[in-house]
């Protein structure tokens, strides 16, 4: 079963970025580099906003 993907809103740069739900490391803003989502467990804790989820397939 895969994780969904969701849309995340960078808070410093309002960079879109998408994530995966089950991150596993810590992902960064393309742009200026803040921290995302971090890994918490079997899920990614979002430091972003999330705008929209983007089911698997
Ligand atoms: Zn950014």
Same mark, same amino acid.
């Given at each position: 079963m895969a994780g969904n993907f969701y849309k995340l809103k960078c808070q410093d740069c309002e960079n879109e970025q998408v994530v995966f739900g089950k991150a596993a490391t810590v992902v960064n803003c393309a +742009?200026?580099?803040? +921290?995302l989502a971090r890994p918490a467990g079997s899920n990614a804790a979002f430091e972003?906003?999330? +705008?929209e989820t983007v089911e698997a397939r």
């Open positions: +742009v200026c580099g803040t +921290v972003g906003e999330v +705008v």
